[in-house]
């Protein structure tokens, strides 16, 4: 018996041991508990949630994740059109209108795409941006966790989407323009190819209802899908693109973050996120935390 419990002891500390920074503070908010069909994020909800702002588009064009305190994750796509030394990058913030206690802003020092982006059909949708300076943590800005080569994400796995943008085609979020947020169920790939009528590969995930409702909308790319484990927030998509936002049939299509943990890992190669397995059918002893490469 004594070993057992040694075993366990071992496996905890392999499993939150401080080898990886961030995996001490990712994907633990303050709280303990418009995207179209979503409500008001409460303050300090969603402390990784990025907004991008360029003066192309007059501010918020696409969101993001803090995943370190030099770190930010987004979509490849949002980056087409706008020059990258333009855009404001800004943590803390809940409404883009108003008075802005908690906010910092940073520019951009270094943008990463993915060597294998394909903006015909969206694979490989993923950027890393290098802030101009760190951020500290606090309980409004605070790094998510990402999913791990090998975690699971089967069918229904509850999983929650944030944004600034539209909550239906052509329709601007309202005063003050709060930060959105809503749940949607994971819809395995095989399901999504078939409502779809599109090739989704294995570096992108659905997620959405099949009645529609519910989902997100022009302005939410590169923003974070997440999904909670034990007491951990973990990363597992990327808005990347969808159809008429929240028509029925029609799930949104992330970029699968379980995908990338090498080329996040060779990108940055310094101030690394934190990685975690994610499997819901795992209990909470289970986590598990991914290793340097």
């Given at each position: 018996?004594?070993?057992?419990?040694?075993?366990?002891?071992?496996?905890?500390?392999?499993?939150?041991?401080?080898?990886?920074?961030?995996?001490?503070?990712?994907?633990r908010?303050?709280?303990?508990?418009?995207?179209?069909?979503?409500?008001?994020?409460?303050?300090?909800?969603?402390?990784?949630?990025?907004?991008?702002?360029?003066?192309?588009?007059?501010?918020?064009?696409?969101?993001?994740?803090?995943?370190?305190?030099?770190?930010?994750?987004?979509?490849?796509?949002?980056?087409?059109?706008?020059?990258?030394?333009?855009?404001?990058?800004?943590?803390?913030?809940?409404?883009?209108?108003?008075?802005h206690?908690?906010?910092?802003?940073?520019?951009?020092?270094?943008?990463?795409?993915?060597?294998?982006?394909?903006?015909?059909?969206?694979?490989?949708?993923?950027?890393?941006?290098?802030?101009?300076?760190?951020?500290?943590?606090?309980?409004?800005?605070r790094?998510?966790?990402?999913?791990?080569?090998?975690?699971?994400?089967?069918s229904g796995?509850s999983?929650?989407?944030?944004?600034?943008?539209?909550?239906?085609?052509?329709?601007?979020?309202?005063?003050?323009r709060?930060?959105?947020?809503?749940?949607v169920?994971?819809?395995?790939?095989?399901?999504?190819n078939?409502?779809?009528?599109?090739?989704?590969?294995?570096n992108?995930?659905?997620?959405?209802?099949?009645?529609?409702?519910?989902?997100?909308?022009?302005?939410?790319s590169?923003?974070?899908?997440?999904?909670?484990?034990c007491?951990?927030w973990?990363?597992?998509?990327?808005?990347?693109?969808?159809?008429?936002?929240?028509?029925?049939?029609?799930p949104?299509?992330?970029t699968?973050?379980s995908?990338?943990?090498?080329?996040?890992?060779?990108?940055?190669?310094?101030?690394?996120?934190?990685?975690?397995?994610?499997?819901?059918?795992?209990?909470c002893?289970?986590?598990?935390?991914?290793?340097?490469?």
């Open positions: 018996m004594r070993n057992m419990w040694v075993f366990i002891s071992v496996t905890l500390l392999a499993c939150f041991k401080d080898s990886l920074p961030q995996l001490n503070v990712c994907g908010r303050h709280l303990n508990a418009r995207i179209v069909g979503g409500e008001d994020a409460p303050k300090e909800a969603w402390p990784w949630t990025v907004s991008l702002h360029s003066p192309r588009y007059n501010g918020h064009f696409c969101g993001g994740s803090l995943i370190s305190s030099e770190w930010v994750l987004s979509a490849a796509h949002c980056f087409s059109s706008v020059i990258t030394s333009s855009v404001l990058v800004y943590l803390g913030r809940r409404t883009q209108q108003g008075v206690d908690h906010e910092v802003n940073r520019t951009i020092s270094e943008l990463f795409i993915h060597p294998s982006y394909s903006s015909d059909y969206y694979n490989n949708d993923i950027a890393l941006l290098h802030l101009s300076a760190s951020v500290s943590f606090n309980k409004y800005i790094p998510v966790c990402l999913a791990a080569e090998n975690s699971s994400f089967p796995t999983s929650w989407i944030t944004g600034w943008g539209q909550t239906a085609a052509g329709v601007n979020l309202s005063h003050p709060t930060l959105q947020q809503t749940v169920p994971v819809v395995i790939n095989s399901d999504c078939n409502l779809l009528g599109a090739t989704i590969t294995d992108m995930m659905c997620a959405g209802l099949l009645q529609g409702g519910k989902d997100t909308c022009q302005g939410d590169g923003g974070p899908m997440v999904s909670r484990q007491s951990v973990v990363q597992s998509g990327i808005i990347s693109k969808g159809h008429d936002c929240g028509q029925p049939y029609e949104g299509v992330y699968r973050v995908q990338y943990q090498n080329w996040i890992m060779r990108s940055i190669n310094q101030n690394l996120p934190g990685f975690i397995t994610f499997n819901p059918l795992n209990s002893f289970s986590v598990s935390q991914s290793t340097h490469l």
